[in-house]
């Protein structure tokens, strides 16, 4: 029997996961480890049980549904993605690869299929790093990049560590992380970007993967006076912030693809008649280019001397850095074949954002599907896929999976 993918309810899971883990204002809030995370985690283990799939809970926390029926044997096929957020998030990021995958593996199992291995859905721990850095800490660590130790005691924003905050949320595993060894990965998303939308395509082969810079600064000079003191003689690290961020707008768009942001700036003391005397910030540098992207960085820290040579103190903390990625040729090119066979509009792309299969890809030959987003906007409560984009999404994952396990 041919298997069918059950797209209406993947669409009502992916609403009601999205419904979980909201705030008294509303915002989706599952940052890893908090409550809101554990809400997720058990919702998405509900439906893992009811699909009569065996849970098991890694070291880091990643949450993996297996299916290995009768002459399954090997290392499985693993699909997946994350079901952590950022802030005032939207609900397709991460859940959308999450969920396709449950309900791949349920359509498999419904037509009887025998497949020669396992399948596995993961929904990994930490994705986003907003609460803890890096971003894709869970795939990291299973990789085998990142020791379960150093994983557990990172120290979120808020001062809790992810090892305690997991324990405390139900969710510290006994499995090694490492114990996941995929045949192949393949992780459905959306794309988070304008590309798909603006060239009115279905779905995107993506074959490769941005690098990623992550750093905080923290930029010391002197409070004084607002009034009474003389610009010459100010230490304004607001200033020097500020020349911070024009250096690294103009670096950006002067780099032929690469990205820059600075997402967190915060001001010290903090009051209308005091010059600031400390500014901290985070810096996301991004470009597909390896070479391009230590360019920006170099440019960045000549920057942060001439700042340090006119008196202040500045210091800085990588909070991630990782290369640019090349995907699986192999399954890129099934992924395009599966989409023509479904006479679904596809085009091979980049990914802009960083993605829990950057890190498989370090261990098994893997690739990402994506489907598009409403005006490009992601991590945003705007951000919008239409349903049956995803359902055409998940169908192509399925059938590419079909690929990988006879
Ligand atoms: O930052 C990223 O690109 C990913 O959403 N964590
Ligand atoms: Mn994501
Ligand atoms: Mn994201």
């Not at 809970?57 to 993996?64: L, T």
């Not at 074959?207 to 992550?214: A, C, D, R, T």
């Not at 390896?290 to 360019?295: D, I, K, M, Q, S």
């Amino acid at each position: 029997m041919t298997p069918a993918l059950d797209g209406t309810r993947l669409i009502a899971r992916l609403e009601e996961l999205g419904a979980t883990g909201r705030d008294a204002e509303g915002r989706l809030m599952r940052l890893a480890g908090t409550d809101a995370d554990r809400a997720g985690r058990d919702l998405f283990c509900r439906w893992l049980e009811e699909a009569g799939l065996e849970i098991r809970v890694d070291q880091i926390g990643n949450i993996i549904g297996l299916w290995s029926p009768e002459g399954a044997t090997g290392a499985p096929l693993v699909m997946g993605s994350h079901i952590d957020s950022v802030i005032d998030a939207g609900i397709y990021d991460g859940c959308t690869g999450v969920l396709a995958g449950l309900s791949v593996i349920e359509a498999l199992k419904a037509a009887a299929t025998r497949p020669a291995r396992p399948v596995a859905v993961v929904a990994f721990t930490n994705e986003e790093g907003v609460r803890f850095h890096p971003d894709m800490l869970g795939s990291l660590v299973a990789c085998g990049d990142m020791s379960v130790e150093e994983a557990r005691a990172t120290v979120g924003t808020d001062g809790a560590t992810l090892g305690a905050e997991l324990a405390r949320i139900g969710y510290a595993g006994e499995i090694p992380p490492t114990a996941l060894t995929p045949h192949a990965y393949l992780e459905l998303h959306v794309e988070q970007g304008p590309v798909l939308e603006a060239e009115g395509l279905r779905l995107g082969a993506v074959e490769n993967l941005q690098g990623i810079s992550w750093q905080k600064i923290i930029l010391t000079g002197a409070a004084n006076h607002a009034g009474t003191t003389p610009m010459r003689l100010r230490l304004d690290a607001g200033v020097a912030a500020a020349r911070i961020m024009t250096h690294l707008q103009e670096a950006a768009r002067g780099s032929d693809g690469g990205v820059a942001t600075v997402g967190t700036l915060s001001l010290s003391p903090g009051a209308i008649n005091v010059i600031p005397a400390r500014a901290e910030m985070t810096v996301d540098l991004r470009h597909p280019d390896a070479e391009t992207l230590r360019a920006l960085e170099a440019g960045l820290a000549a920057l942060l001397d001439e700042i340090r040579a006119e008196g202040f103190t500045v210091t800085t903390q990588s909070l991630a850095r990782f290369e640019p990625v090349v995907f699986d040729p192999a399954i890129v090119t099934a992924i395009e074949a599966a989409a023509g066979a479904r006479q679904l509009s596809c085009r091979r792309m980049t990914s802009g954002a960083g993605h829990d299969a950057q890190m498989m890809a370090r261990i098994a030959p893997t690739a990402m599907i994506f489907v598009p987003s409403k005006g490009g906007i992601s991590h945003s409560p705007l951000e919008d896929t239409d349903p049956a984009d995803i359902v055409a999404g998940a169908e192509v994952l399925l059938d590419v999976a079909r690929g990988l396990i006879s």
